[in-house]
């Protein structure tokens, strides 16, 4: 699907993220220094780098502001603190979205496809179905069970951000950065709300979900529903 650049000096994550990235489908080189990962820009051009913060040689924040001198590249950092400020100066450097540690593979992964998507360097199908549920990209249309379903453009995305990775939990933080952009901040309520209003457009209520469970504490799983 893309070729990643992961910039990361721990040899346990590399081998962790390199091996679930390949599973994906991805390509990936590795490096574990800051000076390396500028070289590896400007010769293998990666689709997408993942940073980490802490390296040995350069301060991570140096090397991604480097790095956008050098490149147009999308970053996604990796870093261990997870405090607003922090945030706000490293999306003002040009970070695209971040991940903070200890993250999971499943997380990363979704913040590239994420990222991909929005840089619109994606070779995803565009019809995506579960059980009778149909979303179709070009068109921006869904049927369920052959019945068109309007949405808004949000109640839209949502659907198709839970249809993509239907089976899995997906966290309200990862749809806030995935359908809203808001790589940091936003409200667990926006997601609520939209989802209440999908429910009702589906034809289904938290009460009684076919598609849309909600994880208690955790977040939302698309699936399709039981055959009567
Ligand atoms: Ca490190």
């Not at 603190?81 to 990363?108: C, H, N, W």
């Amino acid at each position: 699907m893309a070729q990643v650049l992961l910039v990361e000096d721990d040899a346990a994550i590399r081998s962790a993220l390199t091996r679930a990235l390949r599973e994906q489908g991805h390509s990936v080189a590795s490096v574990g220094a800051g000076m390396a990962a500028l070289a590896a820009v400007v010769e293998q051009k990666p689709d997408v780098v993942l940073l980490d913060l802490g390296l040995p040689d350069i301060d991570g924040a140096d090397v991604l502001s480097m790095l956008r001198a050098i490149s147009d590249v999308p970053v996604i950092v990796a870093t261990a603190r997870d405090d607003e400020s922090e945030m706000v100066r490293l999306l003002d450097l040009g970070a695209d979205d971040y991940v903070i540690k200890p993250f999971t593979a499943t997380q990363v992964t979704a913040r590239i496809r994420a990222v991909l998507r929005r840089m619109g360097r994606t070779d995803e199908d565009p019809v995506v179905t579960v059980g009778g549920l149909c979303i179709d990209t070009r068109s921006y249309e869904v049927t369920v069970d052959g019945r068109p379903v309007e949405l808004a453009r949000k109640e839209f995305e949502l659907l198709l951000a839970l249809a993509r990775r239907a089976g899995e939990v997906v966290t309200k933080r990862d749809l806030l950065a995935e359908v809203w952009q808001l790589a940091w901040g936003g409200s667990d309520r926006t997601v609520d709300v939209h989802l209440s209003w999908l429910r009702r457009k589906l034809g289904e209520s938290a009460r009684e979900p076919r598609y849309l469970h909600s994880v208690r504490g955790v977040g939302v799983r698309l699936v399709a529903p039981e055959a009567p």
